[in-house]
């Protein structure tokens, strides 16, 4: 049985949040089908308000402090992510911008990802198209076509057959779809790792590679 | 092991009355800094290198030679040397001179500076960095070891019969440590000739020296140096102290949250636990730094930052003679003990004079332009 991670991230700032009871049926929804295809899978869920003072320290000093490190070697070391965040002034909110900023920016290449939002109406929902969506290009993540939106209506009339229901249910059959079609994440980089030998970096071409 | 103190240099407000030094004020300030040094006993002053406000040590070798004329045992080291703007062939000249000037008191610590904006101004590019390093590190290393060079690469002009001047005094150069904070690639560097490896070991988490130390001596090893435990190893540290703790806390609480680096960050708190900044009393400094050697081995050399974020120098003089003479003496007994007799000591130029077989002088005399002949017995 293949063994699969999932990292979720939610930038909800208030508790209890709609964007992480978003991220968390995104996350269900997406464990699920991993599971009826076979695989088995760790949930790893992040809420960035618990960070919120770490990544402003991370932005200022230049490094992560301990428990930011871990959070961030989840996020960066998992088989797929979830990202959801709530629209403000039509853009994803400055905390999970924040967070994606202090990442290296190698390290969500080629990452499947499932992207999400919640905002107060329904006139947000293109921000997960001009705002998120191309913010992981940047990164060049593999970001699944379908986006979920969730506005307060969603919520209203959520019940298992709700438009909301079925986009939830399509995105992770495509984040599924993407995680399958990779061989199974062997964790973070390593920052210190060392890819050439000296030789090399002179140019003169004849070094051995490095282990 | 040798301890010391290293510069940045920097112009601060001192948050506490607003006053800022001038250029001029910084710059004595830095110089009664090293002259107190070797007052209190430490063995090493080291300046930075800067092209831009607001720091002042952009010329070293005038800095150190000056040192050097008013001090007798100290040796001076830079923190770092820009091996990437400068030109290799000036900083061959200006540190040979320099040795030769301070009796062989000179070591140099190779760093790349991270401000871009600095890059251009020598004609070079940051994102270059890693390849300057590289390729003007290579040409100096044969500048001091070779009496003509012929060289070309791809960051400066080609050289044809080039005899960089002063020889290195006695024939044996500066000894070079290569300073980096994260660059593998530099560890790497360091490893391939033998020289020293210095981690800033001030402003990031403990785990980010101990990789790069950890990779240092492997590859040192690798190298053929000697084993991994005798590789040359120096670390940075930063400490404010007073007799009592809650004294020092109190009194450094404004300059850390001002600073320029990490201030209006995170709290003093956090960050020393994240990094080895210790604010505290001399019996916890002592205690903090005896505990890098559990994580990065036996290691050759200390060096405290004291005098940046806007501390005056009356209060930077009373933290070096807190240093030298309650400090570092238990440090020297401490650490003498507990390191085996294989790994060495940092290298000084006596120790290197006697690796390479004794003195000798390497002087180079000028050729006749005519007849192509040395004058007689002139080493060529």
Do not use: C
């Amino acid at each position: 049985m293949t063994r699969r991670t999932l990292a979720v991230v939610s930038a909800g700032l208030s508790q209890p949040s709609s964007t992480r009871l978003l991220a968390d049926q995104l996350a269900a929804a997406t464990r699920d089908e991993l599971v009826r295809r076979g695989s088995e899978v760790e949930l790893h869920v992040v809420d960035l308000r618990e960070y919120a003072h770490d990544v402003v320290n991370n932005m200022l000093t230049g490094f992560a402090p301990a428990a930011l490190r871990e959070v961030i070697d989840t996020v960066t070391g998992a088989d797929g992510l979830i990202a959801v965040t709530p629209i403000f002034s039509a853009s994803y909110n400055g905390l999970f911008k924040s967070f994606f900023d202090v990442l290296d920016s190698e390290s969500l290449v080629d990452r499947p990802v499932l992207i999400g939002a919640t905002g107060g109406t329904a006139r947000h929902s293109l921000a997960l198209e001009h705002a998120v969506r191309p913010m992981f290009a940047y990164l060049r993540s593999v970001v699944v076509p379908t986006a979920v939106f969730a506005a307060p209506e969603d919520w209203a009339d959520g019940t298992a057959d709700g438009a909301l229901r079925a986009r939830i249910r399509r995105a992770a059959g495509e984040l599924a779809d993407q995680i399958e079609r990779r061989p199974p994440a062997t964790g973070p980089a390593d920052p210190f790792a060392l890819t050439t030998d000296f030789l090399q970096m002179l140019g003169r071409g004849d070094g051995e590679p490095v282990n | 092991m040798q301890f010391g103190i290293f510069t940045v240099g920097d112009v601060t407000v001192d948050p506490t009355t607003g006053r800022e030094p001038t250029e001029h004020e910084r710059i004595k300030a830095m110089v009664a800094i090293a002259l107190k040094a070797e007052e209190v006993g430490l063995d090493v002053f080291a300046t930075g290198e800067h092209h831009n406000p607001p720091f002042v040590p952009s010329s070293p070798t005038t800095m150190l030679g000056y040192i050097a004329a008013r001090t007798e045992r100290l040796l001076l080291s830079t923190a770092t040397t820009l091996i990437t703007t400068n030109d290799p062939v000036k900083i061959a000249e200006d540190y040979a001179m320099l040795q030769h000037l301070s009796d062989g008191r000179v070591d140099l610590m190779m760093g790349r500076g991270n401000t871009g904006p600095v890059y251009p101004w020598f004609g070079k590019d940051i994102r270059a960095g890693i390849p300057l390093a590289i390729e003007n590190y290579d040409l100096l290393h044969r500048l001091w070891r070779e009496d003509v060079v012929d060289w070309k690469g791809k960051y400066r002009t080609p050289l044809q019969s080039f005899t960089s001047t002063p020889r290195p005094l006695d024939g044996v150069p500066p000894f070079v440590w290569h300073g980096s904070i994260r660059s593998p690639e530099i560890a790497e560097q360091a490893a391939y000739y033998g020289d020293g490896f210095f981690a800033n070991h001030i402003f990031w988490p403990k785990e980010h020296t101990q990789r790069m130390i950890a990779l240092y001596r492997q590859r040192y090893a690798h190298y053929g140096h000697g084993s991994a435990d005798q590789a040359i190893v120096g670390l940075g540290g930063q400490v404010f102290m007073r007799r009592n703790s809650q004294d020092a806390v109190r009194e450094f609480r404004p300059y850390f949250d001002n600073a320029p680096v990490y201030g209006h960050g995170p709290s003093l708190e956090e960050f020393t636990r994240e990094t080895p900044l210790t604010v505290g009393s001399p019996q916890q400094v002592i205690d903090r730094t005896l505990g890098f050697r559990e994580y990065v081995g036996d290691y050759q050399r200390q060096l405290f930052l004291m005098d940046h974020a806007g501390l005056p120098l009356k209060t930077v003089l009373e933290q070096l003679d807190l240093l030298g003479e309650e400090v570092v003496p238990v440090l020297r007994k401490e650490f003498a003990a507990l390191r085996p007799a294989h790994v060495p000591a940092a290298p000084t130029h006596a120790s290197l004079v006697a690796a390479a077989g004794g003195a000798k002088d390497s002087t180079v005399h000028a050729v006749d332009d005519v007849t192509g002949k040395a004058p007689e017995g002139a080493t060529r």
